[in-house]
């Protein structure tokens, strides 16, 4: 049988993430750095999911979910293809 000292117990401290874990469609597109029209653009294509609407109003983003799309932006550039915007422009037909 052990006893314990506690002398050398050590309290940690556990700090609050900074972050909200969903967004309203302003504060969304800031967290990704976008545009607002670029940020609509990329929800109503789909490539940026949005979880449900509040009260028939207003979309709510689910930080893992634009986490995801940050990381599909990644994985995308690191396989030598153009980037996701620049696919989708070319789905649409917008000429570069």
């Given at each position: 049988?052990?006893?314990?000292?506690?002398?050398?117990?050590?309290?940690?401290?556990?700090?609050?993430?900074?972050?909200?874990?969903?967004?309203?469609?302003?504060?969304?597109?800031?967290?990704?750095?976008?545009?607002?029209?670029?940020?609509?653009?990329?929800?109503?294509?789909?490539?940026?999911?949005?979880?449900?609407?509040v009260n028939g109003?207003?979309?709510?983003?689910?930080?893992?979910?634009?986490?995801?799309?940050?990381?599909?932006?990644?994985?995308?550039?690191?396989?030598?293809?153009?980037?996701l915007l620049a696919a989708?422009?070319?789905?649409?037909?917008?000429?570069?």
């Amino acid at each position: 049988m052990s006893i314990m000292d506690s002398s050398k117990l050590t309290l940690v401290k556990v700090e609050k993430d900074p972050l909200p874990a969903v967004f309203r469609e302003r504060a969304a597109a800031r967290y990704l750095d976008l545009g607002r029209d670029k940020f609509r653009e990329l929800v109503r294509t789909g490539a940026i999911p949005f979880s449900f609407h509040v009260n028939g109003k207003h979309r709510i983003f689910l930080r893992s979910e634009l986490d995801g799309y940050l990381l599909g932006l990644k994985q995308h550039r690191m396989g030598g293809r153009e980037s996701l915007l620049a696919a989708l422009d070319e789905k649409k037909g917008v000429a570069k």
